[in-house]
């Protein structure tokens, strides 16, 4: 992912999901595209063959480039408002476009747009949450459901600044500057009260350990503990005259929580970046380029209406559990060198350069609240229930660094064969060094007709984040239970106790081979097919603790006491090779309707389906790192067919039109041990517009998913149970059709 040519830096996010959220893209740290606003992008490039030879790590399956606004002049004020056909999800924006003249011939120009979008609910009232709900109304949270399935709130604001001011005539220099400030959050799962028939209470509210429906009585010995810390057991349990020891295991808080408790989850988000360098072009034709570029991310995690249960009546209800940064600092050194040769048809392109990459990742500890373990802690449990927050232990900076020397060298061999070739050596302190190369060839069988190919190496290094995250957070089991999941650096007690083994980069191999058809200047077609294979990928290896199970020794024999550990544990490690292959393609018409204006039809579709060829063994077992369902999902979870048909009308009477069919194929799910099959469907989007005020003002009116189509119901019981009416994989979401208006002011 670059912008304007330079490697944009990763969020801090490491995606930890989890059943029933979706595996699919587990594991993954990821640039953040939601953080670059569209009156910021001028165009988007897309190199779709694998260039790990050219760019480096993470360029396996290609390389987006997005080039930013580089108008010199004017100023553009866009505004938009839109919501759901159900009436939530309001979602706002506004943005302004300006630019200015920078020296002879340079430019300035900066976006900055502010956003806010509401959340949206279309799940139904779990079962547990309904019987509450009745026994006592208005209590339970999120107006009787429990918990809510839909979108996120949203705030924040984004800009950015592009500029390049000449210095002289072969030389400039340039900059961008970007900065974001967002915050979102969203309602984990629910937790049923204490006192309603039928309903188990959350055991951090109750332990009933022999299930007589009555608080086991608490041990003398516990409360002499308390005591002895100089505390009074009635903040931490309550007192029952039939317990020997005068207390009984209801945690005192649970009288805040009548209906129940559903902790809201946020993240304030801070991003910024700079990119500066110089470029210029010598007098023998040799061009250059050099930068310097500072990126970071940083996410402050949030959690509201839930409790340290260990901290009985005097636990908080807000807590700040976690405060995550990704840092990225970079120098490129590019050259570019018009090789004149009478070998080939035309010179050779010299393409060099060489490139010093730095990563830390920084994990600060949460406020005390988060991860304290009070009194009651071997009762109840510990930290802040949803997510617990990251202890001072687990807390400091990681680094790696990677250095890297490339050559790319292309010519038109002869008049109709144009090939290519790269080789990059890179050098990294986590993974040791790799040697990438990278062969392309395009040729020209007519003047209508090319064909075109590549073939090349990759890889994708562990990241520092991937290395050493710490998350401790709730899933749901096959029961529909919720249950505390703990995910450790690799190289952490637990993870070396459990079999862990340093990561090592990912490594590929891919080809392609496409067919480039223009018999006119108003028709053009590609087919492109893609295949790569992918060894050694990174995911999470998942254990359960279970009493007496061989986990729980090799834990013990390692000195590491289980009462500080969830009893659901995971840690990254390479496991499992796949192939992906597909097939692209594109057809577009221009049609011109004499006087009732121009059209472009556009139509394109996708196949694209992914194998898992080999699943690694625990070693010294027959059991492997990645379980059936897991391997379901990465192959099937995802379309294999996605068509996209879209026509667009310009007309002579200032009025244009817009309309897009979309159709995602069938998928399945396999979560909870059960499997489910949900059918393709057809979105449809319209959009039309009005220029008015000699073209100064544009204003749209549009709709996506205008005939309000949903994907197939949730089959899934545990998800039913949850209240889910809709699959969470769902490539499309699940909020139904949406109307927007939007209006910009051109000066």
């Known amino acids: 992912m670059l912008i304007n040519g330079k490697r944009r830096h990763r969020s801090a996010l490491v995606n930890l999901q989890t059943e029933p959220f979706g595996t699919v893209n587990q594991g993954a740290q990821a640039v953040d595209f939601g953080l670059i606003p569209a009156a910021a992008i001028q165009r988007v490039e897309v190199l779709r063959d694998g260039s790990s030879a050219q760019y480096g790590s993470d360029a396996i399956a290609g390389v987006i480039n997005i080039l930013l606004n580089d108008s010199p002049e004017g100023v553009r004020i866009d505004t938009q408002y839109g919501s759901t056909y159900e009436g939530d999800g309001d979602k706002f924006r506004s943005s302004i476009n300006f630019g200015l003249p920078l020296g002879q011939g340079g430019f300035f120009n900066m976006t900055a747009e502010y956003f806010e979008s509401d959340f949206t609910s279309r799940g139904v009232p779990r079962a547990d949450a309904a019987v509450v709900a009745a026994a006592r109304p208005g209590q339970v949270p999120f107006n009787g459901l429990g918990q809510r399935w839909g979108d996120p709130n949203a705030e924040g604001i984004r800009s950015f600044i592009n500029a390049e001011s000449p210095l002289g005539e072969r030389m400039s220099l340039y900059g961008f500057l970007s900065h974001a400030d967002t915050e979102y959050d969203s309602s984990f799962f629910y937790r049923t009260p204490v006192g309603v028939a039928g309903v188990t209470p959350r055991g951090t509210l109750f332990v009933d350990g022999n299930g007589d429906g009555r608080a086991d009585p608490v041990a003398q010995s516990i409360v002499d503990a308390i005591r002895a810390r100089g505390l009074n057991p009635d903040d931490y349990l309550t007192r029952d005259a039939t317990s020997p020891s005068g207390y009984i295991a209801l945690n005192p808080i649970h009288v805040r929580f009548p209906g129940g408790y559903t902790p809201t989850f946020g993240a304030?988000?801070?991003?910024?970046?700079?990119?500066?360098?110089?470029?210029?072009?010598?007098?023998?034709?040799?061009?250059?380029?050099?930068?310097?570029?500072?990126?970071?991310?940083?996410?402050?995690?949030?959690?509201?209406?839930?409790?340290?249960?260990?901290?009985?009546?005097?636990?908080?209800?807000?807590?700040?559990?976690?405060?995550?940064?990704?840092?990225?600092?970079?120098?490129?050194?590019?050259?570019?060198?018009?090789?004149?040769?009478?070998?080939?048809?035309?010179?050779?392109?010299?393409?060099?350069?060489?490139?010093?990459?730095?990563?830390?990742?920084?994990?600060?500890?949460?406020?005390?609240?988060?991860?304290?373990?009070g009194p009651t802690f071997m009762l109840f449990g510990f930290g802040s229930d949803g997510f617990q927050g990251d202890e001072p232990q687990a807390a400091g900076e990681f680094s790696q660094y990677s250095r890297a020397v490339y050559l790319d060298l292309e010519a038109d061999v002869t008049g109709r064969l144009t090939m290519g070739l790269a080789g990059r050596f890179e050098d990294s302190s986590a993974f040791g060094s790799t040697l990438d190369g990278k062969l392309s060839a395009r040729f020209e069988a007519s003047d209508a007709v090319a064909l075109r190919?590549?073939?090349?190496?990759?890889?994708r290094a562990p990241t520092p984040g991937q290395i050493n995250t710490l998350d401790i957070t709730t899933t749901a089991d096959a029961s529909g239970r919720l249950i505390p999941l703990g995910t450790f650096p690799v190289n952490s007690p637990v993870a070396i106790a459990l079999g862990a083994q340093p990561l090592r980069a990912e490594e590929s191999f891919a080809y392609s081979v496409g067919l480039v058809y223009t018999p006119s200047s108003s028709f053009s077609f590609t087919a492109d097919y893609y295949n790569i294979d992918i060894d050694d990928r990174i995911a999470l290896r998942n254990f359960s603790?279970?009493?007496?199970?061989?986990?729980?020794?090799?834990?013990?024999?390692?000195?590491?006491?289980?009462?500080?550990?969830?009893?659901?544990?995971?840690?990254?490690?390479?496991?499992f090779d796949t192939t992906v292959q597909g097939l692209d393609l594109v057809a577009i018409y221009r049609a011109d309707f004499g006087e009732w204006g121009t059209g472009t039809f556009d139509v394109?579709?996708?196949?694209?389906?992914?194998?898992?060829?080999?699943?690694?063994?625990?070693?010294?077992?027959?059991?492997?790192?990645?379980?059936?369902?897991?391997?379901?999902?990465?192959?099937?979870?995802?379309?294999?067919?996605?068509?996209?048909?879209?026509?667009?009308?310009?007309?002579?009477?200032?009025?244009?039109?817009?309309?897009?069919?979309?159709?995602?194929?069938?998928?399945?799910?396999?979560?909870?041990?059960?499997?489910?099959?949900?059918?393709?469907?057809?979105?449809?989007?319209?959009?039309?517009?009005?220029?008015?005020?000699?073209?100064?003002?544009?204003?749209?009116?549009?709709?996506?998913?205008?005939?309000?189509?949903?994907?197939?119901?949730?089959?899934?019981?545990?998800?039913?149970?949850?209240?889910?009416?809709y699959p969470l994989s769902s490539p499309f979401g699940f909020n139904g059709g949406e109307w927007y208006v939007r209006v910009g002011v051109e000066f």
């Open 453 to 459: 190919a590549t073939v090349n190496t990759g890889f």
């Open 268 to 373: 304030e988000i801070e991003d910024y970046e700079g990119v500066f360098g110089a470029k210029g072009e010598t007098g023998a034709g040799l061009r250059w380029d050099v930068s310097l570029r500072q990126g970071e991310n940083e996410i402050v995690y949030t959690l509201v209406d839930s409790i340290n249960p260990s901290l009985g009546r005097l636990s908080p209800t807000t807590f700040t559990p976690g405060h995550l940064t990704q840092l990225e600092r970079g120098l490129n050194l590019d050259f570019v060198y018009p090789w004149q040769t009478d070998l080939f048809a035309s010179p050779v392109n010299v393409a060099f350069g060489a490139e010093w990459r730095e990563e830390t990742y920084k994990i600060a500890a949460g406020d005390p609240a988060s991860y304290e373990r």
């Open 545 to 575: 603790i279970a009493p007496g199970s061989p986990e729980e020794r090799a834990l013990l024999d390692a000195g590491i006491p289980l009462a500080a550990l969830p009893r659901q544990v995971s840690y990254f490690s390479n496991g």
């Open 604 to 725: 394109r579709h996708s196949w694209n389906r992914q194998e898992v060829d080999h699943v690694d063994l625990v070693p010294g077992t027959t059991t492997p790192i990645i379980d059936a369902e897991r391997v379901a999902d990465l192959e099937n979870q995802l379309p294999n067919h996605r068509t996209v048909l879209t026509f667009d009308w310009r007309s002579p009477w200032n009025f244009n039109l817009t309309a897009r069919a979309n159709r995602y194929g069938g998928w399945e799910d396999f979560t909870f041990g059960e499997k489910a099959t949900f059918g393709s469907e057809w979105l449809f989007d319209l959009a039309v517009g009005f220029d008015l005020f000699d073209d100064r003002v544009h204003v749209t009116v549009g709709g996506n998913n205008i005939f309000d189509n949903y994907p197939d119901k949730e089959t899934n019981a545990v998800l039913n149970f949850l209240g889910a009416q």
